[in-house]
């Protein structure tokens, strides 16, 4: 089992505000329907793909940044 650090995620986004205020609702964490997530009460949810992510960024791997800038670009639109 490998352990992520989510107190940056938590902090940094305002849907986890709730549990920024609320410790007791932060405990009330549970596993999400087929395991895809981990889920608090109020419909605030972390998705396993984050998770896996933030482990292996805490591992110290460096993970390209996902773009969907080629999908855009063939629809005229551009990244800024």
Known sequence: MKRSWVS???QSFRVYE???RDPDLF????LGEHGADVV????IDL???TLWR???EQEGF???????APALA?????VL
């Not at 608090?40 to 419909?43: F, L, M, N, V």
């Not at 063939?74 to 551009?78: A, F, K, P």
């Open 8 to 10: 940056g995620m938590i």
């Open 18 to 20: 709730p549990l920024r």
């Open 27 to 30: 405990q009330q964490v549970r």
């Open 40 to 43: 608090w009460s109020h419909q």
């Open 47 to 49: 998705a396993a793909d």
């Open 54 to 56: 933030l482990s292996r």
């Open 62 to 68: 460096t993970l390209p940044r996902l773009t969907r």
């Open 74 to 78: 063939t629809r005229g639109l551009e």
